[in-house]
């Protein structure tokens, strides 16, 4: 991972830790990070876990814009 990344991924995980939801496509790109990571470091528990996390995290995006989507349709 290049150093930008680092920090990107840095970014993400700051911006969870102060309880604010990540954007749909901030969501995407710490899923595609976390993963790239873990490829990286195959062997390192955290990363497998930061995987898990990403994945949770952009689920939860998808389900929060799915709701406002369906809610908006319903006024």
């Known amino acids: ?3 930008e ?3 990107r991924l840095i970014a993400y995980l700051r911006k969870l830790r102060r309880g604010e ?3 749909r496509e901030e969501a995407e790109d710490f899923k595609t ?3 790239k990571m873990a490829k990286e470091r195959s062997n390192d528990p955290l990363a ?3 995987v898990g996390l990403a994945g949770f995290v952009h689920g ?3 389900a929060s814009s799915a709701i406002s989507m369906l809610g908006r349709e319903r006024r």
């Open 60 to 62: 939860v995006v998808i």
């Open 33 to 35: 990070l976390a993963e």
């Open 48 to 50: 497998a876990l930061l």
């Open 21 to 23: 939801l990540l954007t």
């Open 5 to 7: 990344e680092y920090s």
């Open 1 to 3: 991972m290049e150093i």
